[in-house]
């Protein structure tokens, strides 16, 4: 018998296990998972056992040197998972291994695990939670869950319930259901420092059982983490997107929260999606996957309608308390205000009333571009081919994408004129405005630079949830898991960023984040009320939102998607080809895109200068692969680059199942 061991160090462009011969030494000790010393060539490299075969590829065999550690780092269950992973978004074998290896073994960390005792301690003393009674609709799904678990099959359902339903409530009560027959549960959410209730609920409902996934952990605490779900100790994992490679041995119960989010998506190699991940491994185990949402992805609700998955509804809010109403504010009739008279009035009686508001933009930074009035030009980045972003607390201009920072010119770089000009809105402006309207409030901002610290998610909203904050100004990061009682007002300052981005989802995207950060407002005893500001109110995605009207959106958008062929009607791998050479990439592009359509003669587009053509210094060209066979779309692209040469400088990204071309 011989191992078949993939090293941790890969050769470039070398994707593949080679076969070692097993000393007596170590015929009775080895196994898959663990990590050896070989000889590779002249020198010694490590690498994993990720299976064994009865015959060599080769006549000469050299031996295994050494266990490189007494304990395996990954079952024969997580191999295939990874080369499932390798295989379905093109990644290189070890690079998916990673995913499911423990923190500290000498890679980068890819996941975060630690325990919340003092959190729990704490949840302890303020209440020990206890199921409560369900609402008719929730019993039904709770029932259906419960079902599907004691058969153990492998079974999909989409929760559907608005915001405020009480869809957390119908994942603990199936968690309780598998703890009973001794399995473990992993439980997803979008982004879990944003999610602090959440974790609250847990641990006071089951206590030690919780092994809960955060970025501020040392290596020793998540080794233990890691161990404690290994062993079985800590039965339910509740984290982020990475959480789904944990280590469970026994998995009953699979959780994606709010599955639409693109957090789920990983932007790195190998560039996963959980939700499709998860769904392997509920078949792997014969476990049951739930994926809750209010405004599930387009996807995922056709896959329901079809049958694929079985759909369980939650129509009403708790305690049969109304969805708030949603008023539209013509941006074009508003006078060419940041915040309309509707909503500065709104704001002040929300204030004076002693209640809480929230306002979403979904940009950043104080004034979003400085543009030259004589030649139009904006001010750019010089690695990027976007423009630079105005920071007031800084005086600064910088790139979102790169970091490049510098200080506003006097001059147009361009043409030298004086004539530059600040435009557009951002939150730091928004935080001014809303001052000078109401210079007594108490006001937060919630986005990626105010929150760049340690500790400062938790911080911000433990201060608004606590009422020391009147207004909480914000970013894309408000719409997730804020569940505050006095939260009476949501404003919506600009509803149209998404929609004028040349992507298929950005009908969806908007749709979702305008529900989601409507569904904050009047969740609990007080009644809410939304006013969405826009400059195109008659868009379907903007008047569905504000008829909380999923269905219409769905059914409007899912003839767009037919039409056009886009998912869930095709497949779609992105490829991006970069180089600091412009015509290094420009040649490359139109070579791999030539081969790929004498293979697929139909599905191939482009190759094009991306929307960002320009990206840290690199000349970026995409194609784009769509068709209904996405195996035939990933053997045509394994093909075409496994028969070229890749020169030095070029780099090569897939994407499989983006969800965003831009």
């Not at 170590?26 to 299976?51: A, C």
């Not at 060419?336 to 709104?346: C, D, E, F, I």
């Not at 195996?631 to 990204?653: C, M, N």
Request: glycine residues 6%; proline residues 5%.
């Amino acid at each position: 018998m011989f191992a078949e061991v993939l090293l941790v160090r890969a050769a470039k462009d070398i994707d593949r296990a080679f076969h070692y011969s097993i000393s007596k030494e170590l015929e009775d000790q080895l196994k898959i998972g663990h990590q050896v010393v070989v000889p590779f060539g002249r020198r010694k490299e490590v690498g994993y056992v990720v299976g064994f075969v009865d015959q060599a590829e080769v006549p000469r065999v050299k031996d295994i040197l050494k266990l490189n550690r007494s304990e395996p780092l990954f079952s024969e269950q997580q191999v295939a998972l990874a080369k499932w992973l390798a295989r379905h978004y093109c990644s290189f074998f070890v690079s998916a291994l990673n995913l499911v290896i423990a923190p500290g073994t000498g890679k980068k960390e890819r996941i975060r695990i630690g325990k919340v005792r003092e959190q729990r301690a704490e949840s302890r003393k303020q209440s020990q939670e206890t199921a409560l009674e369900p609402t008719q609709e929730q019993a039904v799904a709770i029932n259906a869950i419960k079902a599907a678990v004691n058969e153990g099959v492998a079974q999909t359902f989409l929760l559907f319930g608005v915001t405020g339903s009480g869809k957390t409530e119908v994942y603990m009560q199936a968690i309780e259901t598998v703890l009973a027959k001794g399995k473990s549960s992993i439980v997803l959410v979008p982004e879990i420092s944003l999610t602090p209730q959440l974790v609250q609920r847990f641990s006071a409902r089951f206590g030690d059982s919780i092994a809960a996934l955060h970025s501020h952990l040392t290596i020793k605490e998540r080794k233990e983490a890691w161990q404690r779900i290994s062993s079985g100790e800590a039965k339910i994992i509740l984290g982020a997107r990475s959480a789904v490679f944990a280590p469970a041995p026994e998995i009953g119960l699979i959780v994606l929260d709010e599955e639409f989010e693109n957090s789920y998506k990983q932007d790195q190699s190998p560039r996963y999606h959980a939700r499709e991940v998860a769904t392997f491994l509920a078949k792997q185990h014969q476990a049951v996957l739930v994926l809750g949402s209010a405004t599930p992805s387009i996807e995922t609700y056709y896959r329901a309608e079809q049958g694929e998955y079985a759909k369980l509804v939650l129509s009403k809010r708790i305690d049969d308390r109304p969805l708030p109403p949603v008023e539209i504010v013509d941006l074009r009739q508003a006078g060419g205000r940041v915040l309309s008279s509707a909503l500065r009035q709104a704001l002040v009686e929300t204030v004076a009333k002693g209640q809480q508001a929230i306002l979403f933009l979904n940009r950043r930074g104080y004034f979003t571009f400085a543009m030259c009035r004589a030649c139009g030009q904006s001010v750019e980045c010089p690695n990027c081919a976007i423009a630079l972003t105005y920071h007031s607390s800084e005086q600064k201009l910088v790139c979102n994408r790169c970091g490049h920072s510098q200080l506003p010119p006097s001059s147009c770089p361009r043409c030298n004129s004086s004539s530059l000009v600040y435009l557009g809105t951002g939150t730091q402006r928004i935080e001014k405005e809303v001052a000078d309207i109401l210079p007594q409030a108490r006001l937060l901002r919630f986005d990626r630079d105010s929150v760049a610290q340690r500790g400062s998610h938790e911080r911000i909203f433990a201060t608004f949830a606590a009422g020391k904050a009147d207004v909480l100004i914000g970013t894309q990061m408000v719409a997730k898991g804020l569940d505050v009682a006095n939260v009476t007002l949501v404003g919506v300052v600009s509803a149209d960023t998404a929609l004028q981005l040349p992507d298929f989802r950005s009908a969806e995207h908007t749709f979702q984040l305008l529900a989601q950060v409507a569904g904050r407002a009047g969740r609990h005893h007080l009644p809410g009320r939304v006013i969405i500001q826009s400059y195109t109110p008659e868009h379907y995605a903007i008047q569905a939102a504000v008829k909380h009207d999923y269905l219409g959106f769905y059914l409007q958008e899912i003839e767009s998607r037919r039409d056009l062929n886009y998912p869930p009607f095709s497949s779609l791998i992105s490829l991006m080809i970069a180089s600091k050479d412009h015509g290094l990439a420009e040649k490359a592009a139109a070579g791999i895109g030539q081969a790929l359509k004498q293979r697929l003669p139909e599905g191939i587009l482009g190759p094009a200068l991306a929307f960002i053509p320009r990206l840290r210094g690199e000349t970026r060209f995409q194609v784009l692969l769509k068709g209904r066979e996405p195996e035939v779309l990933r053997q045509a692209l394994k093909d075409v680059l496994g028969s070229i040469e890749r020169p030095s400088g070029l780099r090569l990204t897939i994407d499989v199942d983006p969800q965003g071309l831009i």
